[in-house]
Structure formats: C-alpha cells, structure tokens
C-alpha cells in the first residue's frame, strides 16, 4: 500500500513515524511540501522521496493523504484534481467537510478523518467519517493508517464530526487546563514545582488506564474515591457548587457550534 502526503507538518509526521513503526518501508512513503526545511527534515529522519510539488508521478500511489492548513485545501485540490484516478483520499484537514472536498475535487472516494494532538506519541484517537463511494476494503486501508497514531472511531453522518472535534480534537486542552489548575493548586499549597508536575502527571495517567482498563462506568469510578464526609465528597461539592460539570458540558457544545461556523465558513470561501 502506497501512501502519498500532501504536506510535512506535525501530523503528518506522526503519521510517517507510526506506520514506519507498524512495518511499512520508507519506500511505500513519499510526500510532497514545498518548504525545504520540511523536506530536508523529513529526508533525513525517515529517509522518503520528499517532492516540492504534485504531479502525475507522486500521485502513482494507493493512498492520498491530504494534511495541509484548511485554509489551503481549496488551491491544492486544483492541482490534484486532474491526478485521481482510483486512489483513496483522506483528509486531516480540520474543518473541511468531505461534502466541500469533493466538490473542489470532483471526486468522491473521499475519507474525512479528525485525528487529535497525542497522536504524536502514538496514543491519539480520529473521528473518521467516509462518503458513500468509499468500499469496505478502503475503509480497513483508512483504518491501517490512522490507527499508526492511536484509535479510529467511525461516524455515518458527517455532522457527528463536528461533535468529535469538540470531544477529542479539542479535549485535549481541556485536559490540560485542569491539569494546570491542579499543578498551581498543588504549588499554592506548599508543594514545589517539579512534585506538582509529578503529582499532576501521574494522577491523569492512572486515572485513564485505570478507566480505561475497568469495566465499571466513569460515576462508579469516581465514587469509589469518594468516601463519606472524606476530601474528596468535599472536593467535589465545591466543584459542583461552582457548575464545574455543566460549564465542561457548555464549552463542548460551544466548540461544536464553532466547528459547524468554520465548516460553513471553509465551504463557503472555498468556492
């Protein structure tokens, strides 16, 4: 299986280093970006055919992978376009609905994928959602690629993107923002920084194995920490108190509703 990415950036960096590590050959790998830094850089890490430019030849491939800004997609579906033939595409391109895409196309074995940023350590997770054109057999191909970088969670309506961008494209900042908040809460009471870090790191870590590896809900989770009258009954209280729960649950739903604004507004100013 041949892959080609059009550009070099981070994820698609992941990308490279995670099916490099699943056993594909830097041979079965080439991508296109016109900065020479990019592909200096990526020579020389992985050893690929890096191109300054799409042509016919770069696109003799199984696989394109599109992994360009948003707002760049438009002008480089201009000079793909007249390239397809039978090759599946996927799109990393946050916001760009697959609808859009294939228009600017005028193609439609088209697979939208949402991957987010712990795929650059190889523990990320995409919302992947594929048009109607794309066959079981492209789907386990997606599937092989973006789960080099973590796991793969399939939607049959587009519009569910925007709610897996809000959940996991950017949850990890919400993780981080209470991480920070509990690393300063460790500081302001006594604790050096190097143990609030420490502390903070490992806490999140063993929280999500711990759920990851149980069987029993996230509530039972948490109450089984929860002892009657202890610390945590009147942590909690104090973060229910202040709406901590409802205010997590306002955020996802204003960034989905950001999601659906961009969605609009790419569409639109792509023509």
């Given at each position: ?55 016919a030849g770069v ?56 991957p987010n940023t ?89 929280a999500a194995r ?62």
């Open positions: 299986m041949n892959i080609t990415f059009i550009g070099g950036g981070n994820m698609a960096n992941a990308l490279i280093g995670g099916l490099l590590g699943r056993g594909f050959r830097a041979a079965e790998l080439r991508v296109v970006d016109p900065d020479p830094q990019a592909r200096e850089r990526l020579q020389r890490q992985y050893g690929l055919i890096v191109e300054p430019a799409v042509d696109l003799a491939c199984d696989i394109v992978l599109l992994a360009v800004k948003p707002q760049q997609l438009r002008e480089v579906a201009k000079t793909l376009a007249p390239h397809l033939k039978n090759q599946l595409v996927i799109s990393i391109a946050a916001g760009v609905r697959a609808a859009d895409l294939s228009r600017w196309l005028t193609y439609r074995r088209i697979v939208r994928a949402m712990p795929a650059l350590v190889q523990a990320g997770i995409s919302g992947v959602y594929a048009l109607p054109e794309v066959g079981e057999a492209e789907r386990r191909q997606a599937a092989t690629v973006l789960e080099a970088v973590g796991e793969v969670v399939w939607v049959a309506r587009e519009e569910d993107m925007d709610t897996i961008t809000a959940v996991s494209g950017s949850g990890p900042a919400y993780v981080f923002y209470f991480m920070e908040a509990l690393e300063e809460a460790a500081i302001r009471l006594g604790l050096s920084a190097a143990q609030a870090r420490q502390l903070t790191l490992a806490t999140f870590a063993g711990l759920a990851a590896k149980s069987q029993e809900d996230l509530a039972t989770l948490r109450a089984r920490v929860t002892s009657r009258g202890g610390t945590t009954e009147r942590a909690l209280a104090s973060l229910e108190a202040a709406a901590v729960r409802q205010a997590i649950i306002d955020a996802v739903g204003a960034a989905a509703a950001r999601s659906r604004e961009l969605g609009d507004e790419l569409g639109r100013n792509g023509g």
